[in-house]
């Protein structure tokens, strides 16, 4: 028996187009191994406004239009109407962030959840500023709140606490979670002044035309507070994280470094405190080769978690935003199959 779920989508730009693409790639194999067929009725972005369709718009067209412009006359006032017209059983929040409020993301989550509709995002902000919120609202309506895609990409970092770890504390962990600040640093040990590597992360579709919320360790500081929130029980403020970002190194220093055999990398950190806080703090560290995160290059990521049982590192292999993609496919399995 197939069962087919109404799908709307806030953002339509990398991750949302990605999102749609994969959802098609993957349509015959989500029908055969797990009985889920979607139809997109629902598609909205600052320029397209908010648009539903009850009997589903033409994905593959979308992605082909230029603007990716769903049908005239699918347009409806508001976040309401949208969700009300568009009958979507799971919200997929893929809009750019607000590193201040989280908004207006937060507001599409809620709204979802509080139509009855699983809510699924891309978007740290939300759970950045609205976790246990958003969390509470899902438990009581019954619907799954799921971010998996906002940290590492489609890598399970969420999901696997408590799930594939019950009963495990966790005491703190380290990484290297931002791809521009690795691919700059990487570039200047390799000849490139600081200018000219930020363009080469640029060029190379790393780093955004504006690359200061990468390079001032913001984008770091987000993850690193949205991972404690979640996986350490923390009530951590982003404000609170400690944050450097690589901007005051210069090509000079990483390449001293590196003739030293050491490298400079912007590592994330969080650890549990005596007292039952947890400290968090991004900033360039001076890292010997002995180090495995000193050995990371490009945009991989990586995270290692101290556990009271074990110790366990994960290596996310230079990811495109297919990955991300990944992680909202599934966490829409996730979500209907709960
Ligand atoms: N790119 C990645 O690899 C990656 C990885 C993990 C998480 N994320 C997160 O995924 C989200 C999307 O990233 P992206 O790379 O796809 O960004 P993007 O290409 O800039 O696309 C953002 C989309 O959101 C829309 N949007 C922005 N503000 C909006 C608002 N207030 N209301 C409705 N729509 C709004 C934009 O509309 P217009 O097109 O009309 O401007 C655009 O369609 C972000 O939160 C990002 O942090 C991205």
Redesign the pocket.
């Known amino acids: 028996l197939i069962r087919t779920y109404n799908l709307a989508l806030?953002?339509?730009?990398?991750?949302?187009?990605e999102f749609v693409r994969l959802m098609l790639a993957k349509r015959q194999l989500l029908r055969t191994q797990y009985g889920i067929d979607w139809k997109l009725t629902g598609l909205?972005?600052?320029?397209?406004g908010w648009c539903a369709d009850p009997a589903g718009f033409d994905a593959s067209a979308l992605l082909e239009a230029p603007g990716g412009s769903p049908q005239p006359g699918t347009r409806v006032a508001g976040l309401q109407d949208w969700l009300s017209k568009s009958q979507a059983s799971v919200l997929f929040e893929?809009?750019?962030?607000n590193r201040e409020t989280g908004q207006?993301?937060i507001d599409h989550l809620r709204a979802a959840l509080e139509a009855g509709a699983h809510a699924i995002s891309?978007?740290?902000?939300p759970v950045v500023h609205a976790y246990h919120a958003l969390r509470e609202l899902a438990a009581a309506r019954g619907r799954q709140f799921l971010f998996e895609?906002?940290?590492m990409?489609g890598v399970p970092v969420f999901s696997l606490f408590p799930g594939g770890l019950p009963a495990v504390e966790l005491r703190g962990f380290r990484g290297l979670l931002n791809s521009t600040s690795n691919v700059v640093l990487t570039e200047m040990e390799n000849g490139l002044s600081f200018d000219d590597a930020v363009k080469k992360a640029q060029q190379i579709g790393v780093a955004e035309t504006d690359p200061s919320n990468d390079l001032e360790g913001w984008d770091a500081a987000v993850k690193v507070t949205a991972l404690a929130i979640v996986l350490m029980d923390a009530t951590l403020k982003l404000g609170e994280v400690e944050r450097t970002g690589i901007r005051n190194l210069t090509a000079e220093q990483v390449r001293a470094a590196r003739a030293e055999g050491k490298r400079y990398k912007l590592v994330c950190r969080a650890r549990k405190t005596p007292a039952g806080g947890v400290l968090a703090s991004v900033g360039p560290e001076l890292l010997p080769l002995s180090d495995p995160l000193a050995l990371l290059e490009g945009a991989t990521s990586a995270l290692q978690f101290d556990l009271d049982v074990f110790g366990l590192s994960i290596i996310e292999h230079k990811?495109g935003?297919v990955?991300?993609a990944y992680?909202l496919l599934a966490d829409f399995i996730r979500a209907v199959k709960a």
Not at 10 to 17: H, P, T
Not at 44 to 48: E, G, K, M, Q
């Open positions: 806030a953002g339509f730009g990398n991750v949302g187009k909205a972005s600052r320029t397209l893929a809009t750019s962030i207006p993301a891309a978007n740290k902000g895609s906002a940290v990409d990811p935003v990955a991300t992680g």
